[in-house]
């Protein structure tokens, strides 16, 4: 990932902190293999259109929120393949509101961080 777009990133989750969930909220764990595919070709649409170097190779620790035919928030680890080696990065997503997150370090990998990174993120509280 370029040294601009690590900028535009930040910047971006920065802004997308501002506003976070409210309260507990009931999450679901998606193991689904095509709903994973779906959620990860949504994924990566955003990160290209930050202008983010690399291709997703493959997500895991999906989880979904408020999943309703207007409104759904989406979080996942996913490996962004670069120009070397394969990155974990943390992400999430929402289908009404426009919010996109992305964390690049410090994260755990476990369900509970990427529901609390998600609700913080991406449900627009």
Not at 46 to 67: F, I, M, N, P
Not at 89 to 95: F, R
Request: proline share 2%; glycine share 10%; hydrophobic share 40%.
């Amino acid at each position: 990932m370029t040294a601009s777009a690590m900028r535009v990133v930040l910047a971006l989750c920065l802004l997308c902190a501002a506003s976070s969930g409210a309260g507990a909220q009931e999450w679901k764990v998606q193991t689904d293999p095509k709903t994973l595919a779906a959620r990860m070709q949504k994924f990566a649409a955003h990160l290209k259109d930050l202008g983010v170097a690399g291709q997703l190779k493959s997500c895991r620790y999906l989880v979904s929120e408020y999943e309703s035919r207007d409104f759904s928030a989406w979080g996942a680890i996913c490996s962004l393949q670069g120009g070397g080696k394969p990155q974990s990065i943390l992400l999430c997503d929402d289908d009404g509101l426009g919010h996109f997150a992305l964390k690049s370090s410090g994260f755990s990998f476990a369900y509970e961080e990427v529901d609390e990174f998600t609700r913080k993120n991406c449900t627009g509280g």
